[in-house]
């Protein structure tokens, strides 16, 4: 199992960044999928998931209307694509299956929001 997120960047409050998770080693369209964040000294917490109809999407409260989760099964590719970011934003992003997170956790990919 693979998984390898992409897309991340400094950017200024307010602006935007979309995220890439590409899998890779499993039925990518079985499992619901999330994007984690971890801030330096804070936990990991779940930022958004995509459940497997993708109809059905759930977002961390401060982030919802500024993120959207989304997939292309054929390409086995997630996406969160982030608007209107803040400084609080910033952090290594990760994807994984949703709670519990079953696969080794990737690389991430590192937003910092700052002017």
């Known amino acids: 199992v693979q998984l390898v997120e992409s897309g991340g960047g400094l950017v200024q409050p307010g602006g935007s960044l979309r995220l890439s998770c590409a899998a890779s080693g499993f039925t990518f369209s079985s499992y619901a999928m999330s994007w984690y964040r971890q801030a330096p000294g804070k936990e990991r917490e779940l930022v958004a998931t995509?459940?497997?109809?993708?109809?059905?999407?759930n977002y961390l409260e401060s982030n919802k209307g500024r993120f959207t989760i989304s997939r292309d099964i054929a390409k086995k590719t997630m996406y969160l694509q982030m608007n209107t970011l803040k400084p609080e934003d910033t952090a290594r992003y990760y994807c994984?299956?949703?709670?519990?997170?079953?696969?080794?956790w990737g690389q991430g990919t590192q937003v910092t929001v700052s002017s």
């Open positions: 994984n299956t949703n709670r519990p997170a079953r696969w080794e």
């Open positions: 995509i459940f497997p109809n993708g109809a059905r999407t």
